[in-house]
Each structure stands twice: as structure tokens, then as C-alpha cells.
């Protein structure tokens, strides 16, 4: 079974297809400097893009982890993503409040969606 890497670089790639199922590393805002809601529209943006690369789209989400550096932006961040997601078709989700890598990030998604 063949294995695609979208956008590899040196640490890691932007999602990895095999066998049917796209698995997408953990994307974060181009742009850390706007609140959560700007950054989680980013994110999305970014998630579109590889799952359109991949062959698929936010439809065939299978999974969604969401880590937020503070829960009090949960009801901004959801209010993006309730607006994005194809409410059809919701994946599994879960968000957990987690410290990222950069003081200025305040939110990471990572999915998983079929092909």
C-alpha cells in the first residue's frame, strides 16, 4: 500500500495518505498575532487546503482534536468552527486546553478524514 506525504518537510508533513485515510499533523495559525477567533479561521483555511490535496474535503472528517491554550475562548473558537463545519456530516471531536509551542498560539487542530 502506497503512502503520499502533502507537504513534507524536515520534522514532519503537512498530512499523510494511506490506505484511504488522511491523517493531518497539527496546524496552527500563518498569523498568531489575532484572537482565537481569527486564528481558528486560519487553521480551517489550512485544513481545507490539505484536505483538497489529499482528494477530499471537510465532509469525510472522520476525527477532530482541538488543543485551545484557554477555555475561556471555547464558545469563540466553536462559534468558527460551527460556521465551517459541514453539520451533516460532524466528525468525532474532542479539545482539551494544552500550552502550544508559542506563547502567541491559541489554538492547533489535528484530524483524521477519509478519502
Known amino acids: 500500500m502506497a503512502i503520499t506525504r502533502i507537504e513534507p518537510g524536515k520534522r514532519l508533513s503537512g498530512a499523510v495518505v494511506h ?3 488522511v491523517y493531518l499533523a497539527g ?10 477567533a481569527a ?3 486560519d487553521v480551517l483555511r489550512k ?12 465532509s469525510k ?7 485551545i491554550t ?3 475562548n471555547f464558545a469563540a473558537m466553536n462559534q468558527v468552527w460551527d460556521a465551517w463545519m459541514d453539520a451533516a456530516n460532524p466528525p468525532a471531536r474532542a479539545t482539551v486546553q494544552a ?3 508559542s506563547p502567541d498560539l ?3 487542530i489535528m484530524a483524521v478524514a477519509a478519502k
Open 106 to 108: 491559541l489554538v492547533e
Open 27 to 36: 496546524q496552527v495559525a500563518d498569523n498568531p498575532k489575532g484572537d482565537i
Open 19 to 21: 490506505d484511504g485515510i
Open 99 to 101: 500550552k502550544l509551542a
Open 39 to 41: 486564528q481558528t479561521q
Open 47 to 58: 485544513i481545507d487546503g490539505l484536505l483538497a490535496k489529499a482528494g477530499t474535503d471537510k
Open 61 to 67: 472528517l472522520l476525527s477532530a482534536q482541538i488543543f
Open 70 to 72: 484557554d477555555m475561556r
